[in-house]
Each structure stands twice: as structure tokens, then as C-alpha cells.
């Protein structure tokens, strides 16, 4: 199987601003922000989606967030606030086959969303 632009991006093949990044995951800034931080966090096991993820994934999916928050307070975001979003399948604006968490802050973002 082909590798992902974010599988790529784990094994350092393509470049990328590394926010965060331990055994399990790795944060980024995605290359087109739609807000001031906009952040990509990707578990380094391929998951293909959310819906795709089994009861085994449970605690890595836990642990997105958890990283989500962490890079939050990292990027200044915690105490204006910031939001949390994962796009699954067609009409939920995923583009790219490989899991991953999107953190947006720096602005009020609208609700909802477009
Ligand atoms: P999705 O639409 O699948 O939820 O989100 C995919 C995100 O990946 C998009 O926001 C897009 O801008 C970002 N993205 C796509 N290719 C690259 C890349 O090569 N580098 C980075 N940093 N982000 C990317």
C-alpha cells in the first residue's frame, strides 16, 4: 500500500513543523491554516479513520487528545480556547486516509461549521 503524505511526514521523508511528537503520535502544522494555530495530530499506527479505529485503539485515541490539549497549553491556546476536530469520510471533509486530529485556536471560530 501506498504511504500517506502523513506517513511520510513520521518517517521524515517529507518535511514538516514538528510541534510535538513522542512514540505513539506526532503534531504538525497543517500546510493550509484556517486559523492562526492549526495543528495536525497523527497517530503514528495507520489508522485510515476514525470509524475505521478498533476497541484495541481505544487508549491511542485517548491519547490524541490528551496531546491535544498538552500542545493547547504549549501554543497559548488553553485559556482563549480552541477547538477539537476529526473529519470521517466524504461529507466530513476528510482528504487525507490517515487518522488524525485537527487543533484550531487564535481566533473566535464560528459555530457551526460551514
Ligand atoms: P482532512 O481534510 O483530511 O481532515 O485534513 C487534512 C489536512 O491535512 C488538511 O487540513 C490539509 O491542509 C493538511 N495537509 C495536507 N497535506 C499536507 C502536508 O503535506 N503537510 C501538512 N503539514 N499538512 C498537510
Known amino acids: 500500500m501506498q504511504k500517506t503524505i502523513f506517513q ?3 518517517d521524515k ?3 514538516a513543523h514538528i510541534v510535538f511528537e ?11 491554516s484556517q486559523a492562526p494555530i492549526h495543528c495536525l495530530l497523527v497517530p503514528k499506527k495507520h489508522i485510515v479513520r476514525v470509524g475505521e479505529a478498533s476497541a484495541q ?5 485517548g491519547h490524541l487528545l490528551l496531546i491535544a490539549t498538552q500542545v493547547a497549553h504549549q501554543l ?6 480552541f477547538r477539537i476536530v476529526i473529519n470521517h469520510g ?3 471533509g476528510e482528504s487525507v486516509p490517515h487518522l488524525h486530529v ?6 473566535a471560530l464560528q459555530w457551526p461549521p460551514g
Not at 23 to 32: G, N, S, T, V
Not at 57 to 61: F, G, H, K, S
Not at 102 to 107: K, S
Open 13 to 15: 521523508e517529507i518535511p
Open 90 to 92: 466524504k461529507d466530513g
Open 76 to 81: 497559548k491556546i488553553y485559556d482563549t480556547g
Open 8 to 10: 511520510k511526514i513520521i
Open 102 to 107: 485537527h487543533l484550531l485556536g487564535g481566533r
Open 22 to 32: 513522542d512514540e505513539r503520535c506526532i503534531a504538525f502544522k497543517d500546510i493550509d
Open 57 to 61: 485503539d481505544e487508549n491511542l485515541l
